[in-house]
Protein backbone atom coordinates (compact mmCIF):
# COMPACT_ATOMS: atom_id res chain seq x y z
CA UNK A 1 0.00 0.00 0.00
CA UNK A 2 0.98 3.13 -0.96
CA UNK A 3 0.64 6.51 1.41
CA UNK A 4 0.15 9.84 0.14
CA UNK A 5 0.12 12.56 2.30
CA UNK A 6 -1.80 15.90 0.75
CA UNK A 7 -3.22 13.97 -1.43
CA UNK A 8 -5.98 16.92 -1.48
CA UNK A 9 -3.50 18.96 -3.90
CA UNK A 10 -3.29 19.00 -7.52
CA UNK A 11 -0.66 16.85 -7.88
CA UNK A 12 -1.71 14.85 -5.37
CA UNK A 13 -5.17 14.46 -6.97
CA UNK A 14 -3.19 13.53 -10.19
CA UNK A 15 -1.44 10.83 -8.46
CA UNK A 16 -4.48 9.51 -7.01
CA UNK A 17 -5.45 8.98 -10.18
CA UNK A 18 -2.85 7.70 -11.83
CA UNK A 19 -2.20 4.62 -8.90
CA UNK A 20 -5.84 3.71 -8.76
CA UNK A 21 -6.28 3.38 -12.58
CA UNK A 22 -2.63 1.35 -12.22
CA UNK A 23 -4.78 -1.19 -9.44
CA UNK A 24 -2.22 0.48 -6.94
CA UNK A 25 -3.13 0.39 -3.24
CA UNK A 26 -3.88 3.91 -2.05
CA UNK A 27 -3.78 5.34 1.10
CA UNK A 28 -5.02 9.23 1.61
CA UNK A 29 -3.52 11.03 4.75
CA UNK A 30 -6.12 14.14 5.46
CA UNK A 31 -5.66 16.83 8.26
CA UNK A 32 -8.56 17.62 10.16
CA UNK A 33 -10.25 19.90 8.48
CA UNK A 34 -13.37 22.14 8.16
CA UNK A 35 -12.85 22.59 4.27
CA UNK A 36 -13.95 20.71 1.79
CA UNK A 37 -10.94 18.34 0.96
CA UNK A 38 -11.62 17.51 -2.79
CA UNK A 39 -10.61 14.13 -4.04
CA UNK A 40 -10.91 12.00 -7.68
CA UNK A 41 -14.47 10.26 -7.68
CA UNK A 42 -15.18 7.17 -9.29
CA UNK A 43 -11.91 5.20 -8.28
CA UNK A 44 -10.88 2.88 -5.53
CA UNK A 45 -8.51 4.25 -2.64
CA UNK A 46 -8.82 4.71 0.98
CA UNK A 47 -8.62 7.46 3.26
CA UNK A 48 -7.30 8.06 6.88
CA UNK A 49 -7.25 11.50 9.55
CA UNK A 50 -4.33 12.49 11.00
CA UNK A 51 -2.36 15.57 12.36
CA UNK A 52 0.64 15.96 11.98
CA UNK A 53 1.58 16.73 15.66
CA UNK A 54 0.29 13.31 16.76
CA UNK A 55 2.37 10.17 16.26
CA UNK A 56 0.22 7.68 17.61
CA UNK A 57 -2.41 8.67 15.00
CA UNK A 58 0.43 8.56 12.00
CA UNK A 59 1.45 5.39 13.14
CA UNK A 60 -2.04 3.96 12.34
CA UNK A 61 -2.34 5.51 9.23
CA UNK A 62 1.02 3.75 8.34
CA UNK A 63 0.05 0.33 9.30
CA UNK A 64 0.03 -1.82 6.76
CA UNK A 65 1.79 0.55 3.95
CA UNK A 66 5.11 -0.14 1.84
CA UNK A 67 5.76 3.19 0.41
CA UNK A 68 5.00 7.21 1.55
CA UNK A 69 4.73 9.90 -0.97
CA UNK A 70 5.16 13.47 0.49
CA UNK A 71 3.68 15.68 -1.24
CA UNK A 72 3.47 19.71 -1.12
CA UNK A 73 2.05 22.08 -3.04
CA UNK A 74 3.25 26.17 -3.02
CA UNK A 75 0.50 27.97 -2.98
CA UNK A 76 -1.02 25.55 -0.07
CA UNK A 77 2.18 26.20 1.79
CA UNK A 78 1.27 29.75 2.06
CA UNK A 79 -2.10 29.35 3.15
CA UNK A 80 -2.82 29.59 7.40
CA UNK A 81 0.86 29.50 8.24
CA UNK A 82 1.68 25.87 6.87
CA UNK A 83 4.87 26.99 5.91
CA UNK A 84 6.28 27.72 8.65
CA UNK A 85 5.26 23.92 9.92
CA UNK A 86 6.53 21.83 7.16
CA UNK A 87 9.66 20.78 8.67
CA UNK A 88 8.39 19.76 11.45
CA UNK A 89 5.60 18.12 9.55
CA UNK A 90 8.28 16.07 7.40
CA UNK A 91 10.23 15.09 10.47
CA UNK A 92 6.69 13.59 12.14
CA UNK A 93 6.05 11.63 9.26
CA UNK A 94 9.69 10.03 9.08
CA UNK A 95 9.64 9.44 12.71
CA UNK A 96 6.57 7.46 12.52
CA UNK A 97 7.76 6.16 8.90
CA UNK A 98 10.53 4.76 11.51
CA UNK A 99 8.83 3.93 13.91
CA UNK A 100 6.70 1.91 12.05
CA UNK A 101 9.18 0.26 9.74
CA UNK A 102 8.07 1.83 6.14
CA UNK A 103 11.45 2.51 4.61
CA UNK A 104 10.76 3.92 1.39
CA UNK A 105 10.20 7.56 1.23
CA UNK A 106 8.89 9.79 -2.23
CA UNK A 107 9.11 13.33 -1.12
CA UNK A 108 8.63 16.21 -4.02
CA UNK A 109 9.88 18.94 -3.43
CA UNK A 110 10.97 22.35 -5.80
CA UNK A 111 13.45 23.05 -8.09
CA UNK A 112 15.87 25.96 -5.99
CA UNK A 113 15.30 24.62 -2.21
CA UNK A 114 18.10 25.21 -0.61
CA UNK A 115 18.34 25.61 3.01
CA UNK A 116 20.42 28.79 2.38
CA UNK A 117 17.93 30.33 0.11
CA UNK A 118 16.76 33.99 1.37
CA UNK A 119 13.20 33.23 -0.15
CA UNK A 120 11.22 31.29 2.54
CA UNK A 121 9.42 28.55 0.46
CA UNK A 122 13.02 27.46 -0.76
CA UNK A 123 14.56 27.65 2.54
CA UNK A 124 12.08 25.77 4.14
CA UNK A 125 11.92 23.07 1.30
CA UNK A 126 15.64 22.52 2.05
CA UNK A 127 15.39 22.46 5.25
CA UNK A 128 12.82 19.38 4.60
CA UNK A 129 15.24 17.85 2.26
CA UNK A 130 18.16 17.67 5.02
CA UNK A 131 15.51 15.97 7.17
CA UNK A 132 14.63 13.69 4.62
CA UNK A 133 18.71 12.74 3.57
CA UNK A 134 19.54 12.45 7.59
CA UNK A 135 16.59 9.99 7.67
CA UNK A 136 18.33 6.87 6.89
CA UNK A 137 15.07 5.93 5.17
CA UNK A 138 15.36 4.78 1.49
CA UNK A 139 14.37 7.66 -0.02
CA UNK A 140 14.16 9.53 -3.19
CA UNK A 141 13.50 13.11 -3.47
CA UNK A 142 12.25 14.90 -6.92
CA UNK A 143 12.83 18.59 -7.15
CA UNK A 144 9.97 19.60 -9.22
CA UNK A 145 9.73 22.23 -11.83
CA UNK A 146 6.58 24.95 -11.97
CA UNK A 147 4.16 21.94 -12.60
CA UNK A 148 0.59 22.73 -14.63
CA UNK A 149 -2.44 20.78 -15.78
CA UNK A 150 -6.51 21.34 -16.14
CA UNK A 151 -6.28 22.11 -12.15
CA UNK A 152 -3.02 23.76 -11.33
CA UNK A 153 -2.88 27.24 -9.83
CA UNK A 154 -0.25 28.85 -11.67
CA UNK A 155 -1.74 28.87 -15.27
CA UNK A 156 -5.63 29.01 -14.17
CA UNK A 157 -4.92 32.54 -11.89
CA UNK A 158 -3.16 34.22 -15.17
CA UNK A 159 -6.13 32.98 -17.12
CA UNK A 160 -8.29 34.67 -14.53
CA UNK A 161 -6.05 37.78 -14.16
CA UNK A 162 -6.30 38.40 -18.00
CA UNK A 163 -10.38 37.89 -17.99
CA UNK A 164 -10.81 40.17 -15.14
CA UNK A 165 -8.37 42.75 -16.66
CA UNK A 166 -8.49 42.44 -20.27
CA UNK A 167 -5.35 43.67 -22.65
CA UNK A 168 -3.57 44.38 -19.03
CA UNK A 169 -1.89 41.92 -17.50
CA UNK A 170 1.24 42.50 -14.97
CA UNK A 171 4.41 41.11 -16.37
CA UNK A 172 7.67 40.98 -13.75
CA UNK A 173 11.40 42.05 -14.30
CA UNK A 174 10.36 42.23 -17.82
CA UNK A 175 8.94 38.46 -18.45
CA UNK A 176 12.29 37.31 -19.06
CA UNK A 177 12.90 34.86 -16.13
CA UNK A 178 12.71 31.56 -18.03
CA UNK A 179 10.30 28.40 -17.17
CA UNK A 180 10.47 24.92 -17.78
CA UNK A 181 6.93 23.81 -16.59
CA UNK A 182 5.49 20.12 -15.78
CA UNK A 183 2.57 18.70 -17.00
CA UNK A 184 1.46 17.11 -13.73
CA UNK A 185 0.32 14.10 -15.51
CA UNK A 186 4.08 13.32 -16.04
CA UNK A 187 4.84 14.41 -12.92
CA UNK A 188 2.68 11.20 -11.45
CA UNK A 189 4.36 8.80 -13.60
CA UNK A 190 8.14 10.14 -12.31
CA UNK A 191 6.40 9.15 -8.54
CA UNK A 192 5.09 5.99 -9.76
CA UNK A 193 8.30 5.16 -11.60
CA UNK A 194 10.01 6.16 -8.82
CA UNK A 195 8.15 3.90 -6.30
CA UNK A 196 9.06 0.91 -8.46
CA UNK A 197 13.07 2.04 -8.87
CA UNK A 198 15.77 0.81 -6.33
CA UNK A 199 18.40 2.22 -8.12
CA UNK A 200 16.98 5.90 -7.43
CA UNK A 201 16.99 5.20 -3.19
CA UNK A 202 19.20 8.25 -2.31
CA UNK A 203 18.93 9.83 -4.68
CA UNK A 204 17.92 13.77 -5.67
CA UNK A 205 16.55 14.04 -8.84
CA UNK A 206 15.63 17.90 -10.80
CA UNK A 207 12.45 17.45 -12.91
CA UNK A 208 11.25 19.88 -15.85
CA UNK A 209 9.55 20.23 -18.52
CA UNK A 210 10.95 19.30 -22.62
CA UNK A 211 10.24 23.18 -23.23
CA UNK A 212 11.62 26.66 -21.87
CA UNK A 213 9.78 29.39 -22.24
CA UNK A 214 10.13 32.63 -20.65
CA UNK A 215 7.31 34.32 -18.49
CA UNK A 216 5.93 36.49 -20.99
CA UNK A 217 5.84 33.77 -23.88
CA UNK A 218 4.03 32.07 -21.00
CA UNK A 219 1.38 34.45 -21.46
CA UNK A 220 1.58 35.54 -24.97
Request: charged share 20%; hydrophobic share 45%; aromatic share 8%.
Amino acid sequence: MILINNATTFVGRALVRRLAVNQREVRCLLRPSRRVQQLPTGLLFSTVSASMDDLPALRSAMQGVEAIVHLVGEFDLEQGGALHTHAEDTASLIEAARETGVSRFIYVSRLGADRASAYPLFHVLGEAEALVRESELDYTILQTAITYGPEDMFVNLLVMLAKAIPYVLPIPDPGLVRFQPLWVIDLAHCIEAALDRDDLIGQTIPLGGPEHFTFEQRIW
